[in-house]
Each structure stands twice: as structure tokens, then as C-alpha cells.
């Protein structure tokens, strides 16, 4: 531990050495049955197996545990835990919402016993985190300051649990059916081509697109997994979206 300001509650107290992104997700890529166990990593810098996980001294226990119980408890029952993927496994017998959105058949998270407002906590957790701290990658160099303008302190106050879910964001889930992006996790980026600001996270099987902004259509909060009626989840092949990613880390100067 580390004293300084919790940069979620803002107090002065002992700080806790904070993962980016959750231990576990390290834990169920190893492979031991491998020489060398530890997952493959990519960095701008870089790719290697190694044991290396992305922390630091960022929140302080209490803040750690709103993260814990509201949104990594939830996310780490349903993605790909070396063995198989729960979430893909609920919804190859789940009935499909009909009608469903463009051709991406979704789900009712509710009628499936999901708990997708831990997801979409989570989700939010992990951009506010890699927007108020520069994170020390494996091979070197630091993460880039995500931009979450105006809706950076509604964000913190809602993982605070001092409001409600942000009216000016979005999350959308995405359950992947190949085998490439359920075996792989990733910081966030952000990406283009959608309304608003919009950035995705991929963490094992389960990809994010996390819209922010006042500029976002309303029609856009009636599929996400936090607001809309049905607690939305979508099911699609998202490998050339996980390649496209990689390929732009690995061709980065």
C-alpha cells in the first residue's frame, strides 16, 4: 500500500496496487500445460508471453471493492475462464428478441439471468480508469489518457454509487462467437464511425462499445445493456474487429 488521493472518492487513504484490467482475465489465459504458461502480449513496443499485468497505486480498499462487487464479480462469471464461456453457453439455448436489431440476433439479459448492469459497470469502470491514469505497459511505454470530456464526473460519481447511470452514455454488449476474441482481452480504444465518442473494450468473449456524449441518438439507449428495456446482449462473430485491433498494435510505430 501507498498513501495518496483515491483518484474514484478523492480522499487521502492507503491505495491499493489497482489492476487495469481484472488479475483473473491473466489467470484463465495461461495455459499450463506449457512450458512457458503466461499469455501472449501485444504492445506497440512489442509481443511476448509474460506474466506481466498491467496496476498501480490508484484506489484506495473501499473504492477497490465498489469495483469488485459492482462490475468484476459480475463480468468474471460470464467470459472465457480457460476452459469454456459461460455467457456463449447461455445464450446457445436462449430464445432470441424478435424482432431482433439489423441481422445481430440479441437477447434479453434479463430473461437469462444475466445481470448486465454489473457489465455495463464495468465497462465504464475500466475507460474512466484508463482516462484518469497513464498506465506502465509490458514492454515498455504507457497508455494514452482516454478523453471523456464533460462525461468524465458523472461517470466517476456513478461507479462512486453517488448517482445514477450517466444519461450521456451508452454500453453495448456483444457476446463473440470466434474463437480468436473470446481468448483475448484488451485496453480500451476508441473508436470511430458512431455517434458521440465511442470507445471498445474487449475482455474475454464480451465486447464493449461504450458510447459518450450529448450528441448520442436516443434510439441508441434502447440497446444498451444498462437502460434499455430488455437489458440488451448481442451475439455475432467480432474476429475481424479483434484482428483490425491487433494488426493496428503490432503495425503502431
Not at 495455459?31 to 513496443?45: I, M, Q, V, W
Not at 484506489?59 to 468484476?72: P, S, Y
Not at 447461455?90 to 445481470?115: E, H, K, N, Y
Not at 463473440?176 to 471498445?200: E, K, M
Request: glycine share 8%; with cysteine; hydrophobic share 40%.
Amino acid at each position: 500500500m501507498r498513501p495518496g488521493v483515491c483518484k474514484l472518492c478523492l480522499q487521502m487513504e492507503e491505495l491499493q496496487d489497482s489492476h487495469f484490467i481484472p488479475r483473473a482475465m491473466y489467470k484463465y489465459l495461461r495455459t499450463t500445460s506449457e512450458k512457458n504458461p503466461n499469455p501472449l502480449g501485444f504492445a506497440r513496443t512489442g509481443r511476448a508471453t509474460t506474466s506481466k499485468q498491467v496496476k498501480d497505486y490508484l484506489l484506495c480498499a473501499k473504492c477497490e471493492d465498489l469495483f469488485n462487487k459492482n462490475g468484476e464479480s459480475g463480468i468474471l462469471k460470464w467470459v472465457w475462464n480457460g476452459k469454456r464461456f459461460p455467457l456463449g453457453d447461455r445464450l446457445s439455448v436462449a430464445v432470441p428478441l424478435f424482432p431482433g436489431w439489423s441481422d445481430t440476433p440479441s437477447f434479453s439479459g434479463a430473461a437469462i439471468g444475466v445481470d448486465t448492469e454489473k457489465l455495463a459497470y464495468f465497462a465504464l469502470s475500466v475507460i474512466w480508469r484508463a482516462a484518469v491514469h497513464e498506465w506502465e505497459i509490458p514492454f515498455g511505454g504507457k497508455t494514452a489518457l482516454l478523453n471523456l470530456g464533460a462525461v468524465e464526473e458523472p461517470i466517476r460519481k456513478y461507479l462512486l454509487g453517488t448517482t445514477g447511470f450517466p444519461t450521456e452514455a451508452v454500453v453495448v454488449t456483444t457476446a463473440c462467437t470466434d474463437p480468436l476474441s473470446i481468448q483475448s482481452f484488451s485496453i480500451p480504444s476508441q473508436v470511430r464511425g458512431y455517434p458521440g465518442t465511442c470507445f471498445a473494450i474487449l475482455a474475454l468473449g464480451i465486447y464493449f462499445r461504450v458510447l459518450i456524449g450529448s450528441d448520442i441518438p436516443t434510439t441508441s439507449r434502447e440497446i444498451c445493456c444498462a437502460m434499455s428495456k430488455e437489458r440488451r446482449i448481442f451475439q455475432r462473430d467480432c474476429s475481424q474487429k479483434t484482428s483490425k485491433s491487433l494488426s493496428q498494435i503490432i503495425a503502431s510505430p
